[in-house]
């Protein structure tokens, strides 16, 4: 029999989410799970990167095209994501749940199993968390310190500065697409099922953010999480210019062009607008871009140039067809859109 939550009760539920995260790494001195608060030591000449993210159920996730551990998987990995676009790496985390009652023990083991998995991946300890119950839908709650010799930024960018962006843009919302719909497609399954992968379990690009904070040149980044378009009109809005985005060179993948085609949908909408990609998007002087293109590579990555900074109003613009398209911030995601 598979106990619920309300079945096991409070303590020994915690007892088997600590015992799931006992082989997680843990630097020796630091104290994690087990006291009232976690003791942690930054390393000397560094600074701390912090983060935090919510995933709610039916807004960021549904548990009938997810599982358990790939939620864990992915609630690390948005967060790990915001640490990398600072250029730095991943040191600790605290995990707190909101769980229904009526939640079966070993949904939440293997949501736990899940957590454990990416933070080996990255190198990440889990110090602490909470577990309460929700009335309502599933929470997660994660956060993330990083360090780093070199903190970057959204701003910092001048006129003529080339925007990159350190994958392929679109994948995301073709995975999300397939979860929701159910109907032979013109791919082969290893193509499905890399598309799934990059919705449900998505790499964070820890790597390439530390070549980029290593690089001696002007950079300023973040991550992709809200899609390529967004991330374009927030770096315009941070450095008060224009972001011009070509067409043409948006890194999409063959799999997605070709899914978005039977879908009826433009490629270049899902790659602007579709959003959870969490690569990284920079600028970075024209001086620097070959040496940091060699330097992201180096790193395991890849580095695609897809546009300028330019002198004018803070917005962001598509060039295609020879013509200049406004990029309008209705088109993205919006949290609180109904």
Not at 52 to 61: A, G, K
Not at 182 to 205: F, G, I, K, N, T
Request: with cysteine; net charge negative; hydrophobic share 45%.
């Amino acid at each position: 029999m598979d106990p619920t939550l309300a079945q096991l009760g409070e303590d020994r539920a915690i007892a088997l989410i600590s015992e799931t995260l006992a082989d997680v790494p843990m630097p020796e001195g630091w104290v994690g799970i087990g006291d009232d608060a976690a003791v942690t030591t930054l390393d000397p000449g560094l600074q701390a990167v912090t983060t935090t993210d919510i995933l709610v159920e039916d807004v960021h996730f549904r548990r009938r095209t997810t599982s358990a551990r790939e939620l864990g998987w992915k609630a690390i990995a948005v967060n790990v994501s915001d640490v990398a676009s600072m250029g730095a790496f991943p040191r600790w985390a605290t995990v707190s749940v909101a769980l229904p009652k009526d939640c079966p023990i070993s949904w939440v083991l293997e949501l736990y199993e899940g957590i454990a998995d990416a933070a080996r991946t990255v190198g990440l300890a889990i110090v602490g968390g909470d577990t309460t119950g929700s009335p309502g839908p599933l929470m997660i709650s994660v956060t993330v310190v990083g360090e780093t010799e070199r903190p970057l930024l959204r701003s910092g960018a001048k006129a003529g500065d080339v925007v990159c962006v350190t994958g392929t843009v679109g994948d995301s919302a073709a995975g999300f697409w397939l979860l929701e719909h159910a109907e032979d497609v013109p791919l082969s399954d290893a193509d499905a099922q890399a598309l799934r992968r990059a919705h449900r379990q998505p790499r964070a690009h820890v790597a390439e953010g530390r070549a980029l904070a290593q690089a001696p040149y002007r950079i300023c980044a973040m991550d992709n999480s809200d899609g390529l378009g967004r991330s374009a009109l927030i770096l315009a809005q941070a450095n008060r210019m224009t972001v011009e985005l070509d067409e043409a060179r948006l890194p999409m993948s063959d799999a997605m062009r070709a899914l978005a085609a039977h879908a009826g949908r433009e490629p270049v909408s899902w790659g602007l607008w579709g959003g959870e990609d969490y690569n990284l998007v920079l600028t970075v002087e024209p001086a620097g871009l070959e040496a940091v293109r060699e330097a992201v590579e180096a790193a395991g990555g890849a580095l695609w140039d897809v546009g300028r900074m330019s002198e004018g109003p803070a917005m962001a613009v598509l060039k295609r067809d020879g013509h200049a398209e406004p990029l309008q911030a209705a088109s993205s995601f919006n949290h609180f859109k109904s």
